[in-house]
T-cell receptor
Framework: AQKVTQAQTEISVVEKEDVTLDCVYE???????LFWYKQPPSGELVFLIRRNSFDEQNEISGRYSWNFQKSTSSFNFTITASQVVDSAVYFCALSGYNQGGKLIFGQGTELSVKP | DTGVSQDPRHKITKRGQNVTFRCDPISEHNRLYWYRQTLGQGPEFLTY????????KSRLLSDRFSAERPKGSFSTLEIQRTEQGDSAMYLC????????????FGPGTRLLVL
């Protein structure tokens, strides 16, 4: 069975603080893909990053960075110097290679960045 | 390049009525997915199409739900005899690859069944 766990339901920070959103996954597939999506109050899911299981390099994109560790089945997301516009619900998702491409989502972490 | 669009954005209906939602994927994307999201939860997979073929349906998709993708372009999701438990956000996503490719989501249709 495939599963994604985002243990942090809500996080509140003050602007300019760094924040890390945790994601732990379970899968029996050797080839799989991991994603992060952002869902602002408008409701539309916005794609942030995709990683395949053979690429454990960390990635940085502006204030965003991702740490993928197969040894701990984790794919954590860090926002550096958070801004109010980062306030949203963030979802981690998993897709197994033989699963038809369907995404298995975690329950999401609601991030609130206060000025 | 326009993104995924969904219509309507909001729908309020009475229990027992039928409703139909439409999704227009990104042009030339061969795969189209439907998900359902209830309050405070992550989206859950319902079904997906590769071109016009419906390749998988979740057990969440009861007999009252049906989806089509005629000619492999837009897709419709119909719910017959709606129940209050059907109240949710229905999300559509499309991708131009096979399994594991990035899915791009539409704005969703928010359904409220009274």
């Amino acid at each position: 069975a495939q599963k994604v766990t985002q243990a942090q339901t809500e996080i509140s920070v003050v602007e300019k603080e760094d924040v890390t959103l945790d994601c732990v996954y379970e899968t029996r597939d050797t080839t799989y893909y991991l994603f992060w999506y952002k869902q602002p109050p408008s409701g539309e899911l916005v794609f942030l990053i995709r990683r395949n299981s053979f690429d454990e390099q960390n990635e940085i994109s502006g204030r965003y960075s991702w740490n993928f560790q197969k040894s701990t089945s984790s794919f954590n997301f860090t926002i550096t110097a958070s801004q109010v516009v980062d306030s949203a619900v963030y979802f981690c998702a998993l897709s197994g290679y033989n699963q038809g491409g369907k995404l298995i989502f975690g329950q999401g972490t609601e991030l609130s960045v206060k000025p | 390049d326009t993104g995924v669009s969904q219509d309507p954005r909001h729908k309020i209906t009475k229990r027992g009525q039928n409703v139909t939602f439409r999704c227009d994927p990104i042009s030339e994307h061969n795969r189209l997915y439907w998900y359902r999201q209830t309050l405070g939860q992550g989206p859950e997979f319902l079904t997906y199409f590769q071109n016009e073929a419906q390749l998988e349906k979740s057990r969440l998709l009861s007999d009252r739900f049906s989806a089509e993708r005629p000619k492999g372009s837009f897709s419709t999701l119909e719910i017959q005899r709606t129940e209050q438990g059907d109240s949710a956000m229905y999300l559509c996503a499309s991708t131009d690859g096979g399994g594991g490719e990035t899915q791009y989501f539409g704005p969703g249709t928010r359904l409220l069944v009274l």
